[in-house]
């Protein structure tokens, strides 16, 4: 029988294929490693009590989250030492999340180890982000 188990990619990202709703979503993050899983979870939740209508998918062995008819408003992805949380028009949020990117629209939240996350503020983010149009892919 073949090992169901996700392979992770370079950093320890899950490689989970592409699809759309809560189930590959939950797969991503049930093979998240060692503490990122629990941080993941924690995300995922979080995200759900900020925005109640959330849309979910796997694209690019990651998972996304938007609003129907608004786009894609954040993602996250697992590096060796963090999980950065993409706001795909994050330059727009007040105040911007801390981590530049070469796009001058997105910005990022790193995660660490044992770090202290500021729920509160991150949940105003995540509020932000939804309510206005976000990163429109194809499918």
């Known amino acids: 029988m073949a090992d169901k188990t996700p392979k992770l990619l370079s950093g320890g990202n899950p490689q989970i294929p592409k699809g759309d709703g809560d189930a590959p ?3 991503y993050i049930a093979a998240m490693p060692d503490w990122k ?4 979870e924690r995300l995922d939740a979080l995200i ?3 925005v109640p209508d959330v849309q979910k998918a796997v694209r690019w062995n ?3 989250y938007g609003v129907e008819g608004k786009g894609w ?15 795909f028009k994050g330059a727009a949020l007040d105040p911007p999340p801390p981590v530049a990117s070469k796009d001058a629209d997105v ?7 044992g770090e202290d996350v500021d729920e509160d503020q991150l949940a105003r983010w995540l509020k932000q982000a939804a309510a206005i149009p976000g990163w429109i892919t194809g499918r």
């Open 107 to 113: 910005r990022y939240l790193h995660i660490h180890e």
């Open 62 to 64: 990651s998972p996304f």
């Open 48 to 50: 759900e009590k900020a």
């Open 73 to 87: 408003f954040a993602s996250f992805h697992c590096f060796t030492r963090y999980i950065k949380i993409t706001f």
């Open 37 to 40: 899983r629990a941080a993941g």
């Open 25 to 27: 979503v939950r797969a």
